[in-house]
């Protein structure tokens, strides 16, 4: 077997048909699925057991989020290649074969980013990987845009976990998805891990994905989302910048973090992300830094470098967005 698809599931149950079904339409067929169930109470588990009972079930006793979930999910795993999917998608029939020849292309590629298209808005690009910048932004790369953009195959900084491909054996060597973020952020971390042990991240342009979005937290904003996300991005900076790099990014930091709270003080979740920073700084020392090795200096500096050309892109495209409307 050459890869397992893994998908965490929580009161996913309006969900299951599609997802499932649309992975026994696959080309590839050396696969196998793994679900691990955060202690669902809609019978989503029970669906699954009836009407795929091929598929192996993990059952929680409790909500343990994302990371956790699909640790268990990874440590259960033999195969070369994990795929990570979230529940609320639907995959095109070539969707595997087309992760596989991504991955495939060099050993240095630790994940995958797929084309993921809105459900909905079948026109508008979902995700096209992830970026990072130096205000401490985490960005959907092609989010709203036409599905004619991002049509070339390209290095990310980070895969969206939502439907991504990971090669099994670099999670020894960088660790695991960190289970204190919970869920949000997590894959942007330990992307960001990847690539200080010199690893890439890339972006697949022909595996196509579709994607409700919000499947489980049930709105874009809200309370807990705005929250756990505003701490796990000071987890983010934290864990993985050196201090040296703390200090030089202090400035640009602290003026996305600035503007992050305006912003969600005017649409009423000003609260939310101050208690969510301010818990992030409280609690921060309780996380495990990625040591700093001078073998991996130029890594850094490449990060650095990408860092700042994120900010740039972002804040170039944000403009012409908002002066043309395109």
Not at 147 to 161: G, L, M, Q, T
């Amino acid at each position: 077997m050459k890869v397992t698809i893994i998908i965490p599931n929580y009161n996913g149950y309006r969900f299951m048909e599609p997802c499932l079904s649309s992975l026994k339409k696959q080309t590839f067929k050396d696969f196998r699925t793994l679900i691990v169930d955060n202690a669902s109470a809609d019978g989503s588990v029970e669906y699954v057991r009836e009407h795929y009972p091929e598929i192996e079930l993990i059952t929680l006793d409790k909500n343990y989020g994302f990371s956790r979930a699909v640790n268990i999910g990874i440590r259960h795993s033999r195969t070369p290649y994990i795929i990570l999917l979230n529940n609320d998608t639907t995959v095109d029939p070539y969707y595997i074969e087309e992760m596989v020849k991504a991955i495939e292309q060099s050993p240095r590629i630790f994940s995958v980013s797929s084309k993921m298209i809105q459900t909905y808005h079948p026109e508008l690009i979902d995700s096209a990987g992830d970026l990072y910048t130096l205000t401490g932004w985490g960005v959907c790369r092609g989010v709203g845009r036409p599905i004619s953009n991002y049509s070339k195959s390209d290095e990310v900084f980070s895969a969206c976990a939502g439907a991504a491909i990971y090669r099994r054996q670099v999670f020894k060597k960088i660790g695991l998805f960190d289970e204190k973020h919970f869920a949000y952020l997590e894959d942007i971390d330990v992307g960001y891990r990847a690539k200080i042990f010199g690893y890439r991240n890339m972006y697949c342009p022909t595996a196509l994905v579709y994607h409700v979005g919000s499947g489980t937290s049930g709105s874009k904003y809200n309370s807990f989302k705005v929250k756990l996300s505003a701490r796990n991005n000071v987890y983010l900076n934290y864990k993985n910048m050196p201090l040296l790099q703390l200090l030089v990014n202090f400035l640009p930091l602290l003026g996305g973090y600035l503007l992050k709270y305006a912003f969600f003080v005017k649409i009423g979740f000003g609260k939310d992300y101050a208690d969510g920073i301010r818990e992030g700084l409280k609690t921060r020392k309780t996380l495990r830094k990625v040591p700093f090795r001078i073998r991996r200096l130029p890594n850094y500096v490449r990060i650095e470098a990408e860092l700042a050309r994120n900010m740039f892109s972002y804040t170039k495209d944000w403009v012409t967005r908002k002066t043309t409307g395109k």
